[in-house]
Nanobody, 114 residues
Framework: VQLQASGGGSVQAGDSLRLSCVAS????????TGWFRQAPGKEREMVAA????????WYTDSVKGRFTISRDDAANTVYLQMNSLKPEDTAVYYC????????WGQGTLVTVSS
């Protein structure tokens, strides 16, 4: 399976972005999926995840109430809707399987300025 994240950009604090993660070779119903981010000089962290059946979502505390993970099985895409963005959300965002992660790829850069 290959996963490709897109949708990043440069925005102002308070703005919104929607990231997309498209899978090729497998469907998202085959595995739980997470959105991760890595800020400059920091470790990669998971910010949101969605279960295989698309029912259960998890968020790290810093994004609860602002980010929403969702899945469109017809489009074989997982989304991360990011609202009320803050400068501390600036990072490269990646999507990947929670179990047996595949190649991380380049991710998509989100830059939030104050």
């Amino acid at each position: 399976v290959q996963l490709q994240a897109s949708g990043g950009g440069s925005v102002q604090a308070g703005d919104s972005l929607r990231l997309s993660c498209v899978a090729s070779g497998r469907t998202f119903s085959d595995f739980s999926t997470g959105w991760f981010r890595q800020a400059p000089g920091k470790e990669r962290e998971m910010v949101a995840a969605i279960s295989r059946n698309g029912v259960t979502a998890w968020y790290t505390d810093s994004v609860k109430g602002r980010f929403t993970i969702s899945r469109d099985d017809a489009a074989n895409t997982v989304y991360l809707q990011m609202n009320s963005l803050k400068p501390e959300d600036t990072a490269v965002y990646y999507c990947n399987r929670l179990v047996n992660p595949v190649h991380w790829g380049q991710g998509t850069l989100v830059t939030v300025s104050s």
